[in-house]
Structure formats: C-alpha cells, structure tokens
C-alpha cells in the first residue's frame, strides 16, 4: 500500500513547492541541450538535474515525455529545498524506481482515484484500514509488496505498464446506534404477519356507516361524533344496544347529584350577585327558574356532544337514540325536561298534602326515585320510561383499550 502511494510523488511534491513559492520569484528551467522523441535523454540532462535526479537514472529512458517533464520541475526546485527535504525527496525517487512498471500503473491509478475522494471519504477510509485486524493488514501489505521481493528475483523492467487494476475497497466499520425512521417505516417484526387489506367483497360498502350519518344530498358524513357511536347488533365490547343494570345506572345517578352540589353552588353565587339578592326567599322564584335553564343547558350540552355526562363516563353509560344515532340538541332538551319524572309525582304529591318538614318530603322524595327507577322492570329492554317517550335509551358503553405506542 505504501508503494502504491508513490504514484502521488510528483504532484505532492510539485504542488508543495508552488505553494511555497511565488510565482514571480520562481526561476526559470535550465535550458536543455538535447531533447529526443520520449522527452531529453539523461544525458542531455544539466549537471544540477542530474544531481537532483541520481535515484532515476537507470530507469530515465522508460519514462514517457510527460513523467519527465515533472521531474524536471521537481529539479528545478530541488537546490531551493531544505538538506532533510531533499533526501527526503531523493529516498522517494528511489522507491519509485525500485518499482515494477505494473507497480507504477497501479500507483497511478490509486492517485488518480484518491483525487475524486473528499476529505471526510478519505479519513474514513483510513479509520476503516486501522480498525482491520493485524493479521488482514498483513495480508493487504503482502499483495502490496512487489513480486521481485517476494520471490527473491529481480523482474526486468517493461517499456510501457500494464493495464491498471482497480483496488478492492476495504469495508467501512458501522458503530452501534438508533436511527430514526423515516416517514412509512415500520416497526413490526417480520416473524408476525401484516393485518390484511384485501378490499371488501363486490357489493358490500367499504366503509360501514348508518343512514342518518350521511348527507343525502352531498353524500359526505354529517358533523358531530358519528364514529365513536356505536352499530346496532355489535358485540358489547363495541357498545352493544342493551341496558347497563339498574343497580350500575342507579349508582350513575346518585354520583351525578353530588356532582351537581358544585354546579348548584356556583349557579345560586351567579345568581345572588348578578341580581343583588339579600335574602334567601328574595327572588326565590328566579332563582329556581335561573337554575332550572342552567340545569338544561348542562345536560343538553354533555348528551348531545358524545352522550355522556362526567358521572356517565365513570359508570361506563352513555346515552343513545333508540337505534344508535347521537342524540341531537333538540333531543336532549326534551329528555331533560322529561326526566324530572324523577321527582314531579313526589313533590307533587307533597304540594298537595301540605307537607312542610324537610324530612318528610325528602323521604317522599326518595320513595318516588326508588318507584320510578323500579318501573323500568316493566319494560323488555329495562330502560325508563321517559327514555321510551323520547326515543332515547342508555347502553352499556365500555371504552376502548389504548393502543400501545410502537418504538421508535
């Protein structure tokens, strides 16, 4: 390898001395005595240029017009150059002139390969070089070496080189590290099979979606949250259309009046303010009215954007239409106003009987509830009846497992 460096020579050298030299500061040739068809013969040489050029003389008439002109410039540098640098320079010549012409063709292919490489493309492969093993460097500096020092015999020099052979390139060492992937790259193992997606049977719709879900007239899908609804005759996993229990809905119930503590505090603090109350009974009316409004429009909001109040979310119950659709605005107001079924017969029925003792009407308040929630078990499909009236019905809703994030 270090023989076939030497092809560089001349053009490191020659490119060296330029840069050191100005160019009007640098003296012209010696005038040659003698020049024959492949360039001056060594004796046509000068005194000074045979000095400069001693390791090159027997093989002088072998090099082409071209090789000599460039050792002619090397010489006439050569008186300039400091004593370390010209035996430097000389010990060069002799390596060179040591080498067999298919050697020198090689060399100069090497040269003129290295000169397309960049900076960063030669130290790499140089790291690449002084990573192999010992015994690969070795081996390389074993084919490198000339076939005269192997066999111990002298190979007489050719007029022209061989053809040169492009070198082998050695193999770049790749460290350890996390690449990150590009934009349709995937991380799913080779071993497991890709899900399928082979398109759906002739005649059937690629995607599944319900008639009120589409828009007749631009048949593109309706806004809101059409997609998390469920499909009649699912599984219950995707939210099958059956009643949770009484006990769970129940239970929903109770959680959504504690909830409702905080929104009555802070309705009956917006209330007081807003109209300068003083008094508890002053504006009592108003406020209950005010509350009523604040009430409907809390629950017509959470049932007509998803179904699900925060106590329904937490009880895993959500509000449908009868045949899974979302339920609309128009919808859930009137469920609203048709829940308070809940209380009506039992404050009604308190009204009537002029009762006045806290205790009493709150039990008879508690009695209506448990009456009403219980009548639900005189319907098939165990919804309460006022669901029935406005075509709305609670199903067991059970969210959907977060998918786990795949590695980078």
Known sequence: MRRLLLAA?????????????????????????????????????????????????RDWPTIDDAGKAKWLDVSSRFARMPPDEQKRVQARMAE??????????????????????????????????????????????????????????????????????????????????????????????????????????????????????????????????????????????????????????????????????????????????????RHALQGKAGLQAFMFIVLGIYFAWFWSRGGQTVAMKAWNIRLVTANGEPVSQARALLRYGLAWLWFMPALATAWLADLHSPGAISALVLAGVLTYAALSWLRPDRQFWHDAVCGTRLIDWQPAAPKAKSAA
């Open 9 to 57: 020579l001349p053009f490191a050298i020659s490119g060296a001395s330029l840069a050191q030299a100005p160019a009007a500061s640098r003296p012209a040739s010696a005038p040659v005595r003698k020049v024959d068809a492949a360039g001056p013969a060594w004796s046509a040489l000068t005194a000074a240029q045979r000095q400069a050029l001693a390791p090159l003389e």
């Open 96 to 277: 060179w002139a040591r080498l067999t012409p298919a050697e020198r063709g090689r060399a100069r292919w090497s040269y003129l390969e290295t000169q397309q490489l960049s900076r960063e493309q030669k130290q790499q492969r140089w790291d690449a070089y002084q990573a192999l093993p010992d015994e690969e460097r070795k081996a390389l500096a074993a084919r490198a070496r000339p076939a005269s020092q192997a066999s111990g015999a002298s190979t007489p020099a050719a007029a022209k080189p061989s053809a040169p052979t492009a070198s082998k390139p050695l193999v770049n060492p790749v460290a350890p590290t996390i690449v990150q992937a590009k934009p349709g790259a995937t991380t799913t193992l080779m071993t497991k099979s890709a899900p399928s997606t082979a398109p759906p049977p002739a005649g059937q719709p690629r995607i599944a979606a319900k008639p009120g879900q589409v828009d007749s007239q631009t048949l593109l899908p309706k806004s809101g949250p059409q997609a998390d609804l469920p499909a009649p005759g699912t599984s219950s996993a995707a939210g099958d259309l059956v009643a949770p229990g009484l006990a769970r809905r129940m239970a929903s119930f109770v959680y959504e009046g504690v909830l409702l503590f905080g929104v009555t505090m802070i309705t009956g603090y917006l209330y007081s303010s807003l109209t300068q109350q």
